[in-house]
């Protein structure tokens, strides 16, 4: 059959998708952007995602604090081992960070929108949270103006991606950055490794590294009561 490529850079794909077995059958070359077949994936430091969210919350005053993830996903598990293991350094008593599991499945935007909710009727269990999905965050910003929760003066909300939207949003959502253009640059040239070398067995870079958040206005010193 006629390819209109020569290989591929595919962003966040599931190892267990089908198609990405039917690539490896018929030999086309691929390359994965963060989630993906380990030999064949531009990985991140997701365990330095989460330390530094939990640091730059804690730097705010924030003792209490949540962390929302896509369970099943590598990258957010790296990120909650991280988040945990910095408030362990921290000096965080153990039961300080929550784990928050939406009682309802669905989009990221939905389970924004029920994560609120459930705060609300917890009586406001913690005072940040860490999103590692920016559809959570936003979730939880649009929920609050229904319920007129001000951010950050009564929650703060920190998630990942230096993104137009994120930026954009009310209020503006401080972010760690993720160095997603570097990551496509890269993509894009073990691809054409893949294709001009010589060689049958060409080495991925070393996992990329993240070096800040972009404090915006939905993080904010905590208040005391």
């Known amino acids: 059959c006629r390819r209109n490529a ?9 190892a267990e998708r089908k198609y ?37 919350l804690v730097e705010l005053g924030h003792t209490r604090i949540a962390i929302a993830r896509n369970v099943g996903r590598r990258a957010s598990s790296g990120r909650f081992m991280g988040f945990v293991q910095a408030a362990a350094i921290r000096g965080l008593a153990a039961d300080a960070v929550t784990e928050v599991i939406p009682s309802k499945l669905g989009t990221g935007y939905e389970v924004g929108h029920e994560i609120l909710r459930e ?15 920016d559809n959570v965050a936003t979730g939880i910003l649009s929920e609050a103006v229904q319920r007129g929760i001000q951010i950050p003066s009564e929650l703060s909300v920190l998630t990942c991606d230096d993104i137009v939207s994120n930026a954009e949003a009310a209020p503006p959502l401080s972010v760690v950055d993720i160095p997603n253009q570097q990551a496509g ?7 054409w490794e893949i294709l001009t070398s010589d060689s049958s067995s060409i080495e991925l870079p070393a996992p990329l590294t993240v070096e800040h958040v972009i404090a915006r206005a939905s993080t904010a010193p905590l208040l005391q009561a």
């Open 6 to 14: 020569d290989a591929a850079v595919i962003i966040r794909a599931k």
């Open 185 to 191: 640059y890269l993509a894009a040239q073990h691809a």
């Open 20 to 56: 990405l077995e039917n690539l490896q059958s018929n030999r086309f070359p691929f390359v994965c952007v963060y989630d993906g077949p380990p030999e064949n994936t531009i990985t991140l430091n997701d365990h330095l995602v989460g330390e530094l969210a939990l640091n730059h």
């Open 119 to 133: 705060w609300i009727a917890q009586n406001r269990p913690w005072s940040a949270i860490f999103c590692t999905s």
